[in-house]
């Protein structure tokens, strides 16, 4: 299990240094082996951070981050780092950054070799990229002896979860895999998603896409300004969200025959004629403390003050 206890991640900022920026505070919430969980926010609410902390591209700035009861942040020296990249990789949006432009494309692919496989012979090895390409439902004649720039994202991106797939991994970052792909392409990827997610990989999947976290998630995190405000069961999340921020965000989704103002002043008339009173709704002065309420089994959100303006 991929687990975040109560993590906080404090970027140093200002010209030199000197200035502190706290981009995730005390979140808490698992990955499972074969399950997908989406994390949801708008642009800057820390999504990226919890992924970039988990594979260890930002450190832990409090709470930590375990991997099948390891703590990534004691991880130290080549040996180490190389058995949790063996079980944990991310995909990003931009493919083309992952690759160096002056070496084919396919050298994610002999580095991995190198670096994992030195005793698999060239034939076995030839095999087992040909069939991962084939999960990924590329051609090899397609892809193969190819520089970054004669590849789409797309292709380029699957090339990326065919490299996971040669590594057989347990976990994988997914950030925004999906958006700088067109159409058919997307549902291609999400379906390969899927098909991981059975074969028992455990998917952290960022993205501001709601409609893409409804599709292919079974547990769905909503970050608001680094904090966890609701998270669970992704159909309990998106059937009846409690928190405000993730009630402005699944109505700010565009409804085609109608403007944000009039959705906008529906929500606070709701707001207002609701008079119902739960455990997670704060007196006035009460701090937002960071444990999240449990709304129903599966399903939990932050404490907030009512009618409070997100
Ligand atoms: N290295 C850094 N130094 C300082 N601040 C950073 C750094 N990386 C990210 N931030 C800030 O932390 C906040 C969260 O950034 P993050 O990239 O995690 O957000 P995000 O939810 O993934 O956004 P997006 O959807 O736009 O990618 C932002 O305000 C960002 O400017």
Same mark, same amino acid.
């Given at each position: 299990?991929?687990?975040?206890?109560?993590?906080?991640?404090?970027?140093?900022?200002?010209?030199?240094?000197?200035?502190?920026?706290?981009?995730? +505070?005390?979140?808490?919430?698992?990955? +499972?082996?074969?399950?997908?969980? !989406?994390?949801?926010?708008?642009?800057?609410?820390?999504?990226?951070?919890?992924?970039?902390?988990?594979?260890?591209?930002?450190?832990?700035?409090?709470?930590?981050?375990?991997?099948?009861?390891?703590?990534?942040?004691?991880?130290?020296?080549?040996?180490?780092?190389?058995?949790?990249?063996?079980?944990?990789?991310?995909?990003?949006?931009?493919?083309? &950054?992952?690759?160096?432009?002056?070496?084919?494309?396919?050298?994610?692919?002999?580095?991995?070799?190198?670096?994992?496989?030195?005793?698999?012979?060239? &034939?076995?090895?030839?095999? +087992?990229?040909?069939?991962?390409?084939?999960?990924?439902? $590329?051609?090899?004649?397609?892809? #193969?002896?190819?520089?970054?720039?004669?590849?789409?994202?797309?292709?380029?991106? +699957?090339?990326? $979860? /065919?490299?996971?797939?040669?590594?057989?991994?347990?976990?994988?970052?997914?950030?925004?895999?999906?958006?700088?792909?067109?159409? &058919?392409?997307?549902?291609?990827?999400?379906? #390969?998603?899927?098909?991981?997610? /059975?074969?028992?990989?455990?998917?952290?999947?960022?993205?501001?896409?709601?409609? $893409?976290?409804?599709?292919?998630?079974?547990?769905?995190?909503?970050?608001?300004?680094?904090?966890?405000?609701?998270?669970?069961?992704?159909?309990?999340?998106? !059937?009846?969200?409690?928190?405000?921020?993730?009630?402005? $965000?699944?109505?700010?989704?565009?409804?085609?025959?109608?403007?944000?103002?009039?959705?906008?002043?529906? #929500?606070?008339?709701?707001?207002?004629?609701?008079?119902?009173?739960?455990?997670?709704?704060?007196?006035?002065?009460?701090?937002?403390?960071?444990?999240?309420?449990?709304? &129903?089994?599966?399903?939990?959100?932050?404490?907030?003050?009512?009618?409070?303006?997100?």
């Amino acid at each position: 299990m991929l687990k975040f206890d109560r993590v906080t991640k404090v970027y140093k900022v200002g010209a030199f240094g000197g200035g502190e920026f706290t981009a995730v +505070r005390d979140a808490s919430f698992e990955v +499972r082996p074969g399950e997908v969980v !989406s994390l949801i926010g708008e642009s800057g609410s820390g999504k990226s951070t919890l992924g970039k902390m988990a594979l260890r591209i930002a450190s832990v700035s409090k709470g930590k981050i375990t991997c099948d009861g390891i703590d990534v942040s004691t991880l130290r020296g080549h040996r180490a780092l190389k058995d949790y990249y063996r079980k944990v990789q991310g995909v990003f949006q931009d493919p083309f &950054s992952s690759y160096n432009p002056i070496f084919k494309a396919d050298r994610v692919f002999s580095m991995i070799r190198e670096e994992y496989y030195p005793e698999v012979s060239q &034939s076995e090895w030839q095999d +087992r990229v040909a069939e991962a390409l084939k999960v990924v439902r $590329l051609d090899p004649n397609q892809v #193969l002896g190819k520089y970054p720039h004669q590849l789409s994202g797309g292709q380029l991106q +699957r090339m990326l $979860l /065919a490299r996971a797939l040669l590594l057989d991994i347990d976990y994988l970052v997914a950030d925004e895999v999906i958006s700088m792909l067109d159409a &058919s392409t997307r549902i291609d990827v999400l379906n #390969l998603l899927a098909d991981l997610k /059975a074969r028992g990989m455990g998917i952290l999947f960022v993205t501001h896409d709601l409609a $893409l976290g409804n599709y292919i998630s079974d547990q769905t995190v909503i970050l608001y300004k680094g904090e966890i405000v609701e998270r669970g069961v992704t159909e309990k999340v998106f !059937s009846d969200p409690r928190h405000p921020y993730t009630k402005k $965000l699944f109505a700010s989704v565009p409804q085609f025959h109608k403007k944000w103002e009039e959705v906008e002043a529906e #929500l606070r008339a709701k707001e207002a004629a609701d008079t119902s009173t739960h455990p997670y709704h704060l007196e006035e002065g009460q701090e937002v403390p960071s444990e999240l309420v449990q709304v &129903s089994e599966g399903h939990y959100v932050q404490p907030f003050h009512r009618r409070a303006a997100v």
